[in-house]
C-alpha cells in the first residue's frame, strides 16, 4: 500500500504499509510508515523567502494489527518499530547525502498513532 498527498501549500506526505510474509503471523499485521516533508524557513531566516529552503523531515512508524497474534503482539510489534527505525535513519542518510546544502531538521522514530 503505498500513498502521496499534498498537505497545505508547503507539505507532501508520503505513506506506505506492508506486510511481512516471512515472520511469525506476517500475514496478521501490518507495519506502516508515514513521511512529512516540509518546506521550512531557515534558520536565522527573516520570512522574505530569500535564499535556500529549509526542509522538515518526520518520519514515523507503526504497527496494525489484522487479527490478533496472542503472546506474540508485542515482540512483533517492538521488532518491526526497531526494524523500521534503522530503514529510517538509512534513507534519512540517503536524502542527506543528496540534498547537502539544505539544511534539515529531521525526526525519526515515533509512532502513528
Known amino acids: ?12 506526505v508520503y505513506e506506505e504499509g506492508s506486510m511481512a510474509h516471512d515472520v511469525p503471523c506476517g500475514n496478521r499485521f501490518i507495519v506502516s510508515t508515514r513521511w512529512r516533508v516540509e518546506a521550512a524557513e531557515p534558520s536565522g531566516g527573516n520570512g522574505s523567502g530569500a535564499g535556500a529552503t529549509a526542509l522538515a523531515i518526520r518520519a514515523a512508524t507503526g504497527v496494525e494489527f489484522l487479527k490478533g497474534c496472542n503472546m506474540l503482539t508485542g515482540a512483533i510489534r517492538g521488532g518491526a518499530i526497531k526494524e523500521m527505525r534503522g530503514c529510517v535513519a538509512k534513507h534519512l542518510e540517503i536524502a542527506k547525502a543528496h540534498l547537502p546544502r539544505a539544511p534539515a531538521a529531521v525526526s525519526a522514530g515515533g509512532a502513528i498513532g
Do not use: L, N, S
Open 1 to 12: 500500500i503505498q500513498r502521496a498527498c499534498r498537505d497545505g501549500a508547503r507539505a507532501m
